[in-house]
């Protein structure tokens, strides 16, 4: 192979590597760099003992989202500088990441209330928000991380810096960008009655576990493609035009529920979306506690009002998948294990790094 | 003394690719060119450097030399064999430090120490000694894309030589520096070198690499073909058997030169 490689570049060398004449480009290169560098006298007196307390270790980073964590002043700084370098030379700064999703949010409910898709649906707007806010993050996480690796390419090749410290810095600039969201969609539904119960809070943790490790995974599979073909970033894009659709926000999960019986198969695919398992959960935590007040109930269950106990008993038909819970937890430890081959995937390719940045 | 780098055994190849564009790839295919071809960077090579070795690396250009030295530095892994080294390992290897071209010098920095191995607490101490040795003036707070490749050169070895490394990898990077600036580095190496600092010299010129070493390495399209004392290994480079004559006036040369 060797052979093949020196016939290309037009050398002749021995087994040893030796190639012809190179007594004589030795010289020549030599005397061509004999002044590059200076001389330096060598200091005199012993040289020091220097006693090193660390053990013979490869030292190539060990990788893993471990060793990422070990550092968190390093993965601050590379954070900070995905955030700076987004808004470089824009004069609105962060603004931007909202003006999009609020452009965005406002079309979808203009378009679905001419549609008339949420007629009888209590508190659209909050529906709608929660699955936008969700979606951002995803996204937000997926394409920023798989973008963070070639973005980087200067410190990749020239530095020696566990990998998935550019992915997790990408991650955690999605989890910045999200939060303000966060903290609106809270006031809203605060502002709407939101009462969450305790069935609320876990379903919105595992929710927010599942959307994290989910989209960790994904951002950390799709960094390393994408620095070995630039293609991937494309296809993420892409993708992410669809994922509005692909959950239950423009349009009431109950709509999707119904079409289980004539197709099932469809069905299970739809379910099988980790992004959509986690919407429904954040809509079980934001959304659903605000519909269940007497108010929200009247249209449905005015007729039972002597009869506070039936009345109490009466719900909306508002529906979420009974399975939620089961579902949820089977895809979380699936998604562990996706988390967990990525990150073996990750570094299988990062030794092909060098060759492809 | 402790041993500072174990190189055993260690293979390099590279996967060079012709076409990086689909329509490329299929063009070629169908002519039935080759798509990739296979390279060894570095063949076998074995050696080991006890701490506080300087070591000068040396050997015509596309031998391998920052290859290794990448090796060292762990920012690539071998294909075969393995590379062992103890302590904090700094250096300056190929084109350059590994600064982002967006961000300012100062950023870079930080940003650099950091990776390097150095705290908060460590990188504020040192920063006005870094500046300092730099003496990049004003443009420290300008993004690194309008730097010159000397100043982009002095900012990356001012850090490196700042870290307090165990081991120091110098590429022949410095060489785009002015004279006065190098006339530091080398100063300053060493300074490190006296210190205990096992040291990694690549350099082409040679009275630089007699100064600073106490052992050369040569290697020949990847082929690691001389381990010993510095003289013998630049004779060994510039000198065929085949040109038995020349010796004498080497020898008188080198001589002089000492
Ligand atoms: N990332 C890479 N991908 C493919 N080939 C590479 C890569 N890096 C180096 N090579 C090849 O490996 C060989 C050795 O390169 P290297 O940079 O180690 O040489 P060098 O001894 O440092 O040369 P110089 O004296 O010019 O600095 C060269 O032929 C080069 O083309
Ligand atoms: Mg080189």
Redesign the interface.
Known sequence: MARAANKRQGAQTDEKGRRKNAAKRARALADRKADAMPVAPTMTGPQLDRHVDAELVSPSPKGGLKEVLANPYLLGLITKRFLAAQYAASVLGLMWSYVQPALRFLTYFMLMSLLRVHDGMPNFALHLFVGMVAVHYFSETWGGATRSIWQNRPLVLKMRVPRETFPVAAMIVAAVHTFPQVVILTIAAISVGWKPDFAAFGYGGLGLLLLMVFSAALGLLFSALNAMYKDFQNIVTTLMQFMHFLVPMIYPFSMIYRLRIDHPVMYEIYMANPVTQAVLMFQRFFWYPTIENADTKMPWCGHLKGNPEAFANCHIPVEFPPDMLVRGLITLAVSFVLLWLAQRIFKKFETKFPERL | ????I?VENCTK?????YHRTMKAMATAAVRRQPLR????AL?DISFTVE??ESVGLMG???SGKSTLL?L??????PDKG????????AGL??T????????TGR?NL???G???GM??NELNRKFDEIVEFADIGRFLDTPVSHYSSGMYARLGFAIAIHVDA?IFLAD?V??VGD?PF??KC??K???I?????TIFYV??????V???CDRVLCL????L?FDGPVDEG?RY????EA?EGLEATIDAELGADI
């Open positions: 003394m402790a041993t500072s174990v190849e590279f996967t060079l690719y071809e296979r390279f060894t063949n701490q506080g015509l250009n596309g990448t060292i530095n762990g920012v690539m892994t393995k590379v062992l080294t103890r302590g904090r390992i290897i190929a350059g430090a590994g600064f982002h071209p967006q961000m950023e930080f940003l650099n950091a990776i390097l705290s908060k165990d022949e410095l060489a004279k190098k006339q080398v100063t190496m060493q300074e070198r006296q210190q205990g600092t350099s082409h010129a040679a009275a630089s007699r100064s600073m020949e399209s990847g082929h073909n630049i480079l510039q000198y065929d040109e």
